[in-house]
């Protein structure tokens, strides 16, 4: 079956670390790929996304997407975490119709 | 613009009660439409989606069903709550099988009780 993997369950950086998130999915076909945010008590927004082209895709708030189509490998990356990137962040991969999520990663930032 | 309107907002019902939450969207035509439950540590878990009217894909077994009556509309209902379906829900659609973006509903908070 089709599947979103997110293998960090839970991150806890100190203000200024490096992020990175994984995702993996297991999709065979042309895909459509993203990044969630939910902030605590928040819904669902959108970072950024993937169709085609540049497999580097840059999003809001500093964050940064690379999408390796050998690896089905769509990781998460910031430079420079601040406290208020402390949130569950989501990887989605869309083929066709199905549109599915993976299982969250939650990300606390330490001041 | 296009809108999604989902409701009821929460709901308590008691084991063995029936459910039935519904969405409709506005402002677009034929959107593929979805239901999600998410849980705590499980992230957003894909229950239904339908590709158009009488169309519903089911991609985990359990006691609840998803209906499209309209072409905009879509609801999750469930003939005996058990405990376990509480959660929260989320209705959500794209633009067909081209449409690259998800936008999601307000969401229904169920606690079964």
């Known amino acids: 079956a089709q599947s979103v993997s997110q293998h960090n369950h839970h991150v806890i950086l100190s203000e200024a670390a490096s992020l990175e998130l994984g995702c993996n999915y297991s999709y065979g076909g042309t895909v459509n790929l993203f990044w969630y945010v939910q902030y605590p008590g928040q819904h669902l927004q959108l970072l950024l996304k993937?169709?085609?082209?540049?497999?580097l895709v840059k999003g809001i708030k500093g964050f940064e997407a690379e999408f390796i189509k050998s690896k089905f490998s769509f990781n998460l990356r910031k430079p420079s975490v601040q406290w208020s990137d402390t949130a569950e962040y989501f990887c989605?991969?869309?083929?066709?119709?199905?549109?599915?999520f993976g299982a969250g990663t939650r990300l606390t930032v330490k001041p | 613009s296009q809108t999604i309107h989902q409701w009821p907002a929460t709901l308590v019902q008691p084991v063995g009660s029936p459910l039935s939450l519904e969405c409709t969207v506005e402002g677009t035509s034929n959107p593929n439409l979805y239901w999600y439950r998410q849980a705590a540590g499980r992230g957003l878990q894909l229950l239904f989606y339908s590709v158009g009217i009488g169309q519903i894909s089911s991609e985990v077994p359990q006691n609840l069903s998803a209906s499209r009556p309209q072409d905009r509309q879509f609801i999750l209902s469930s003939k005996k709550l058990l405990l376990s379906d509480s959660g929260f829900y989320l209705c959500a659609w794209t633009e067909g099988i081209s449409g690259n973006t998800i936008y999601f509903g307000e969401g229904s908070w169920l606690t079964v009780v």
């Open positions: 989605a991969v869309r083929s066709n119709n199905d549109m599915r």
């Open positions: 993937y169709f085609s082209g540049d497999p």
